[in-house]
């Protein structure tokens, strides 16, 4: 519901601006033969499921593109040290209370283990944030290849990285509990 989540929204449409503004820079560099090439991915990313024929092999695992990577991160922005996600400006900040939406780094939601072993004090570097992000992406990867094979249709249809992307994204801002429910 697009009134339950506003700012996710918008944020998910920033990103995929910034993913489609850092590919069309890519593609730029690129050279002439390599653009023949480059259409014919445009064609399929811009297309979210593509119908398989015959004896075409199915992509086994679906990644999250490296533009989409860096759209990401540079929506999430970066923070050294703790914060409230839900509500940044909170000083008084509670590792024990569950209820606040306590964040590091490109967006990294501080886990129970990680609540009890850093403290409010604790900094990070950007590497480091980067580390946690991009193993967070990986969380984000296999949960969304778990959804998507269940899906009854999944061993007919090939889905494009424009798909996998904007799923991907969605997923990794919304929260697997509030994409798909528990489960």
Do not use: C
């Not at 306590?102 to 939601?109: D, E, S, V, W």
């Not at 992000?133 to 969380?139: A, G, H, Q, T």
């Amino acid at each position: 519901n697009e009134d339950e989540f506003p700012e996710v929204i918008e944020k998910t449409e920033k990103v995929v601006q910034i993913a489609k503004e850092i590919k069309q820079k890519k593609e730029e560099k690129k050279t002439a033969n390599k653009q023949t090439v480059q259409r014919k991915q445009d064609k399929k990313y811009n297309s979210p499921i593509v119908l398989l024929s015959g004896d075409v092999k199915k992509t086994d695992y679906y990644k999250i593109s490296d533009e989409m990577i860096e759209a990401l991160m540079a929506v999430e922005d970066f923070s050294e040290v703790i914060y409230d996600a839900k509500n940044p400006k909170r000083k008084n900040l509670d590792m024990k209370n569950m209820k606040q939406d306590l964040t590091i780094g490109y967006g990294h939601k501080l886990t129970k283990e990680e609540r009890k072993k850093w403290n409010l004090n604790k900094r990070i570097t950007r590497e480091e944030a980067k580390q946690l992000f991009m193993k967070d992406l990986k969380e984000t990867e296999k949960y969304l290849n778990k959804k998507l094979s269940q899906l009854p249709y999944d061993k007919k249809v090939e889905y494009s990285q424009g798909f996998v992307d904007g799923m991907g994204s969605l997923l990794f801002n919304m929260g697997y509990g509030n994409m798909f429910g528990s489960g």
